[in-house]
Every structure is written in C-alpha cells, then in structure tokens.
C-alpha cells in the first residue's frame, strides 16, 4: 500500500472518521443487540413495544416508519405481539380504514422491564468508557457530522449548502 493511501486511513481523514464511527457503530449496534436478544424477544418485536412505550397508541404504518421495519414485517410482527397478548388493534377514533395498535397491560408490564434491564445494559456500556462529558461531546460531534451528510443527500435539508456527493464518471 503506497504511503498516501496508508495516510488517508490515519490521521482524522475523512475516510479515517468513516471507519472509526462505522466500526464503532458496528460493535455498539451488536452490544444492544446482544441486550435486547437476553430479554428473550427479537429485535424488531423489542423496537415495537419501546415505540409504543414511549410515543403511545399508534397506526401500524407509523410503528414500521419509527422501527425501519417494511409493511409486511411490521405486520407480522404486530400480529405475533397480539398473538402473545402484549399489543391490540383498535379502529382508528375519525378513519374507519385505521387501526391503531395499543399495549395491553401485559404488554405495558413486559416492555417496562425489560426497557428498565436494556436501558442499563446501555449505561454499563457507556459510562465505562465515557465520562458525562464525554458523551455530550460525542452526541453534539454525531448530530453534527450527522445532520451534515443528511443535508448533502436531500438538497435544504442539511445545514450547509456547500457539500455536495460530485456525480461519478
């Protein structure tokens, strides 16, 4: 490998910063899971019952946008909730056409805890290796890095307008 391509994976480059967050990224992603996974529930149906712990009663194709699940998976997944007794459908209070799936009080008991057990396997991972300001550096650095890329991928929705993905030939 040629020295400069060696530099450009050292250093704080771009592609440096890429590599480090995705790995990064990566190994936390699979610590959560390995959380989750302990609860004895699969992922998707822990980030169901989570979204409707914390944001309330909502239709199925909300629940799908805020767990990045497909229509057909969110809807597996909400009928094998109901299925185990933690979530119900109701029609929709003004659109007959809706359903908006609820926690049953099972399902409110089951996701408090084991919201309460993953949330601290989530604290025991970060304070081990952050301090609090640490991490409040690290979210501000993530939003902004963050919100930056975003911005370059849909037009007016970042905050520079400067940064642009350039075409390929």
Sequence with gaps: ???QKLESLTGGSGVHVFLVLWKAARAVEAYA???????????SDFA???ALLH??????????????LTSGSITVAVDRLETKG???RRA???DRRAR???LTKEGRKVITRAYADHAADMERLASASLTRDERTTLIRLLKKIGYEAAGALEPGEGKSTALSIKARK
């Design 86 to 88: 933690l979530v119900e």
């Design 48 to 50: 169901v019952l989570e």
């Design 1 to 3: 490998m040629n020295k």
């Design 92 to 94: 929709h209070g003004t």
């Design 55 to 68: 944001k309330g009663p909502l239709p199925v194709n909300e629940i799908g946008k805020k767990v990045s």
């Design 100 to 102: 908006i799936v609820h």
């Design 33 to 43: 899971e390995k959380s989750v996974s302990e609860l004895e529930m699969c992922g």
